[in-house]
């Protein structure tokens, strides 16, 4: 039996049929930018639905038929994307209930943030929306991105913002231009995401929501949260006790100060709220809180790569071929709460069998600036295969001479798959290491610039498999 809220989200991910309310052929206007996407889209064969714009002073815009109001729409309208000005959102509403679509994104904003006047129109939008049994994502945001099915309302145009490859990341945001930088950042950096929402004002779809609807997403591994505060704390609380029984979910709460708070209830109209009181939902949720979004998105790729394969303890082992950033690693195993393993004697005893004199056997393993990757394959062959080591960090200088890249690649790829340990690299250094990176990243090795980032991402995935081991 499928759950009723995906039966009730599915049209905003996967439409039939999307109505474009306020579409018009002004070039860079919102109206315009949210058209041009669907129609891009289902140009390239990835956005499978119709597409009808609306717009009551425009007959056809580039080819599509322009239908005069909601009344006049095709029975198959299953989503309507609304991007009028606020006073006009409301009557819009009724027409929409009365033609029967289910799903409303209102991208507007102008509402509850402004006032009292604002709040007014939002109630009488969502006491329309829940007589007739509609779920409205919004106002005041750029809503939904997939680029499994195109479905892409973010009004920044591509030559303005780079879209994500698809990938096992939900990432949900309150802040609309917080959202779109994301995606142009995830798209730099190789990230992939598999469905973005963002929601603004959170009128009638909220985190408990969507988080109720990606445990039944088998395309989400791991779902991200930027929140400036929550409405309902029950219904958030319970619904995160559940998804992160299956799924970790990663947020990263603003309004933590007084002045961010402050900023938070002009932004989107939300109340912080006491930021002692997030820190101890949280824990007792089994979410896992980011610092900020690099940290965020650090903990993501980690899961989006390791969700099956989580660490049996907190017990952590090093291979670098450089001291320092052996010892800087090091360093971040105790700040992030994390023990350094203590090697075997027949780990210790391999490794010197199988090393040249001046490599350094131990934890960390420093295969030294001479190495070339069959050390490495040494190394991390010893670390698999030790019962006190349940998670390797392994770092990668790919500036020294002898070491062949695509051959380390290969064996850091072929012990990811094989082993039962997570393993993640960090490469410090430019463009080269860079390219290096990806092709390690394509392999399922997720890569970190630094040893703090690469060992603070293995810290996340260790206190998510404690939160399981206990219970959840």
């Known amino acids: 039996m499928v759950e009723k809220i995906v039966e009730e989200l599915r049209p905003f991910f996967d439409p039939k049929a999307v109505a474009i309310i306020g579409a018009t052929n002004k070039k860079g206007k919102v109206g315009n930018v949210i058209f041009e996407n669907f129609k891009t889209n289902k140009e390239r064969g990835i956005f499978k639905g119709n597409i009808y714009p609306v717009n009551p002073k425009l007959d056809e815009i580039d080819g599509y038929k322009v239908y005069h109001s909601v009344e006049e729409l095709p029975d198959d309208t299953e989503l309507a994307v609304i991007s009028i000005p606020a006073p006009f959102v409301p009557d819009t509403m009724r027409q929409i209930a009365k033609k029967g679509i289910k799903a409303v994104i209102i991208i507007t904003g102008?509402?509850?943030?402004?006032?009292?006047?604002?709040?007014?129109?939002?109630?009488?939008?969502?006491?329309?929306?829940?007589?007739?049994?509609?779920?409205?994502?919004?106002?005041?945001?750029?809503?939904?991105?997939?680029?499994?099915?195109?479905?892409?309302?973010?009004?920044?145009?591509?030559?303005?913002?780079?879209?994500?490859?698809?990938?096992?990341?939900?990432?949900?945001?309150?802040?609309?231009?917080?959202?779109?930088?994301?995606?142009?950042?995830?798209?730099?950096?190789?990230?992939?995401?598999?469905?973005?929402?963002s929601y603004g004002n959170k009128l009638d779809v909220d985190d408990a929501d969507l988080m109720e609807y990606f445990i039944h997403d088998e395309g989400i591994n791991v779902v991200t949260f930027y929140i400036e505060g929550v409405k309902d704390g029950?219904?958030?609380?319970?619904?995160?006790?559940k998804i992160t029984k299956v799924k970790p979910v990663i947020a990263l709460k603003s309004g933590r100060s007084e002045y961010g708070a402050k900023a938070a209830s002009s932004h989107t109209g939300s109340l912080a709220g006491a930021d002692t009181i997030y820190d101890a939902v949280f824990k007792q949720t089994g979410i896992i809180r980011a610092e900020d979004f690099e940290h965020m998105f650090d903990l993501a790729k980690a899961f989006a790569a390791l969700k099956d394969k989580l660490p049996k303890g907190d017990r952590i082992g090093i291979i670098t071929d450089g001291g320092g950033a052996g010892v800087m690693a090091s360093d971040a195993v105790a700040r992030f709460g994390l023990k350094m393993a203590d090697l075997s004697e027949e780990t210790l005893r391999y490794l010197k069998e199988n090393f040249p004199p001046h490599a350094v056997a131990g934890n960390p393993t420093d295969v030294v600036g001479d190495t070339d990757a069959e050390r490495y394959r040494i190394a991390i062959e010893g670390f698999v295969n030790d019962p006190n080591v349940d998670a390797i960090v392994v770092i990668v200088l790919f500036q020294v001479p002898l070491l062949e890249e695509e051959k380390i690649i290969e064996i850091l790829a072929e012990y990811q798959k094989k082993s039962d340990k997570p393993i993640v690299a960090v490469a410090m250094g430019g463009e080269k290491t860079e390219r290096y990176a990806r092709m390690l990243e394509e392999r399922g090795v997720p890569v970190y610039p630094t040893p703090e980032r690469g060992v603070r991402a293995m810290a996340g995935l260790v206190k998510y498999a404690e939160y399981l081991r206990k219970g959840a």
């Open 234 to 241: 029950r219904k958030f609380m319970e619904a995160a006790k």
């Open 110 to 197: 102008g509402f509850g943030e402004l006032g009292e006047e604002g709040k007014k129109m939002e109630r009488e939008i969502l006491e329309i929306a829940r007589e007739n049994g509609i779920r409205v994502i919004g106002p005041n945001c750029v809503g939904v991105y997939v680029p499994d099915t195109g479905v892409d309302t973010v009004f920044l145009p591509e030559e303005k913002m780079d879209r994500p490859k698809s990938g096992p990341i939900a990432f949900v945001s309150q802040s609309g231009a917080f959202a779109a930088a994301m995606l142009d950042w995830a798209a730099g950096a190789g990230i992939g995401i598999g469905k973005m929402v």
